[in-house]
């Protein structure tokens, strides 16, 4: 069937069936790469001032792994890590993965308002986290959200002593070896919550199988192999940091370098030359800004080759001088979404510079994409817009205990449909054109109206409230609240409404612009026109 659609000019691509798919866990993967390339360098914290060889990490994993245990987490159990970037949360990753525990990303930005509603949605039963990060007090947090949180046992503080405890006590091999004994590939191994459309999040629920091989896969059309040294910005909660990043470094001997906790472009590029980095990731936003640095000439990147660009589109001014004046000459386009673990379409390293600014690349290995009619689900011919779905091991286990939400994105056939429309070309090349839902991408991260404006309808003086996307030089895109106020009630402004907002919803999510109206733009049949207020968002903002 997939050979005849595209014999019939459909837009439908396969992906190759070489190398191989793993088969194995993380944990038996990583033993692998410790047996290949024990000495070699794994993890590099520059700010920590700390540094592994694979097989220094290996045994740091294990003994963090015997702590799990004796702190009574068994297969399957929820571990949830709320933190920035740094060698902690590494070495939870995999030490998760070694027991069968199902590890929870929890957003860094993320207030009490989410941090709640994840802890219980996801049964979390044990808490790891940093103390606190810029303006962010996760202990504080955690303190007062904690009582209302049934299943949280037990909330663990990096530098503290009952981190001591649990990552530096004895490694107990054989309990370890019997947890990791029982366990699958298609195990899920961890939950990545994405914005929900309908005012909460939804745990995209990941195996190894699933991130394991994506990760791998990535690395290996980065050509990646021990000798490569990954310099890693994003951040590990996302898939781009975690599986695009330490995965696809762990799965070929190459070293994963953490440059700061959070991103700072004179961070980044600091560590690409102190470390000798070969490969450095990014959005587009990141690689503006290290581009803008007053002093970029001054730093020697002459060790990069390659690197991956991925969250929104690239500007083909920003590629050609990311390729010119970063050396890297290889530098990859990617696209993808938690659902899928993430990447489902990559750049080559000999695509030309119009590919990589004009496409989010083909199909990658083991995968099918196809760009279907939205109404009858039917494939459209090449060169017609329609929604992109995908097929294959990356596909998500389904949204964590929430089987009606999972049916909705997986068909009965397991196509994951993304929500974004595209066109494919007679190459097998995508090209992303808009999305079929509201998803604002502001800085790489996705935001859900629907969830901002459930949260806005808190407000005592909000009657009403819907929210867009509008065009942001910085962001790509920023959030814009069009609001409808009680009888009687002040109006709200742009700043009351981000002091309504701060320490409750994520700094991402919080509204830039507010526009008060009597009545939203209605269809005939009552349905708010938000394309219209995108129009006008332009005229009002003076966009246009």
């Known amino acids: 069937m997939s050979e005849q659609l595209a014999q019939e000019g459909l837009s439908y691509s396969r992906g190759p069936a070489e190398p191989p798919l793993l088969t194995t866990t993380i944990g038996v993967n990583l033993a692998d790469t410790v047996a290949r390339y024990g000495e070699r360098e794994a993890l590099v914290d520059v700010p920590a001032g700390k540094r592994w060889t694979y097989r220094e990490f290996y045994t740091s994993v294990r003994r963090l792994a015997s702590g799990l245990l004796r702190a009574g987490i068994v297969t399957g159990d929820r571990v949830g890590v709320w933190s920035p970037n740094r060698w902690e949360w590494s070495l939870l990753q995999y030490a998760t993965a070694e027991v069968g525990a199902v590890l929870v990303n929890i957003n860094p930005s993320y207030r009490v308002h989410e941090l709640e509603y994840v802890l219980n949605q996801a049964g979390i039963r044990m808490m790891v986290a940093a103390s606190s990060f810029k303006t962010s ?66 745990g995209a629920t990941l195996s190894h199988r699933n991130i394991l091989n994506n990760g791998y896969l990535v690395g290996e059309l980065c050509h990646y192999s021990a000798l490569d040294r990954v310099c890693i910005p994003v951040p590990f909660y996302h898939c781009f940091g975690m599986v695009m990043g330490n995965l696809a470094c762990t799965t070929h001997g190459a070293t994963m370098v953490i440059p700061a906790q959070g991103f700072d472009p004179v961070s980044a590029l600091a560590a690409v030359q102190a470390e000798r980095c070969t490969s450095l990731y990014g959005v587009p936003t990141m690689f503006i800004a290290e581009l803008a640095l007053p002093d970029f000439a001054d730093y020697d990147l002459s060790s990069l080759r390659t690197g991956i660009m991925a969250g929104s589109p690239c500007p083909a001014e920003v590629m050609r001088k990311v390729i010119g004046q970063m050396h890297m000459d290889e530098v990859a386009i990617a696209y993808g979404m938690t659902e899928t673990s993430p990447v489902s379409t990559q750049t080559r390293s000999d695509d030309s510079l119009e590919r990589r600014v004009s496409t989010v690349g083909r199909v990658g290995p083991h995968l099918e994409v196809k760009v279907v009619d939205p109404v009858t689900g039917e494939t459209v011919p090449l060169g017609q817009t329609g929604e992109l779905c995908t097929r294959g091991y990356s596909v998500m286990l389904g949204y964590w205990e929430e089987p009606s939400k999972t ?29 079929i839902k509201d ?23 909000i009657l009403d409230a819907q929210v867009i996307g509008v065009p942001d030089d910085r962001y790509g895109e920023e959030l ?65």
């Open 480 to 544: 814009m609240a069009w609001v409808r106020m009680c009888e009687g009630a002040t109006e709200v402004t742009a700043e009351s409404l981000r002091e309504f907002c701060a320490g409750k919803l994520a700094h991402f999510k919080i509204p830039r612009y507010v526009h008060v109206v009597d009545e939203f733009p209605m269809t005939v049949t009552g349905k708010v026109r938000k394309v219209e207020m995108r129009e006008r968002a332009a005229e009002i903002l003076g966009f246009r």
């Open 407 to 435: 049916a909705e994105a997986i068909d009965s056939e397991a196509w994951m449909h993304t929500g974004d429309l595209a066109v494919m070309d007679s190459d097998g090349y995508l090209m992303i054109t808009g999305r």
């Open 439 to 461: 998803m604002v991408i502001r800085g790489g991260e996705n935001v859900y109206p629907r969830e901002i404006e459930e949260f806005l309808y808190t407000h005592p003086d």
């Open 137 to 202: 007090d996760y202990a504080g947090m955690l303190s007062e959200v904690a009582p209302r949180c049934g299943a949280l046992e037990q909330v663990v503080l990096m530098d503290s002593p009952e981190w001591a405890e649990l990552a530096d006590g004895e490694l107990d091999e054989e309990a370890v070896a019997d947890a990791a004994a029982g366990l699958d590939a298609d195990d899920p191994i961890n939950i990545q919550y994405t914005s929900g459309t309908t005012g909460f999040p939804k």
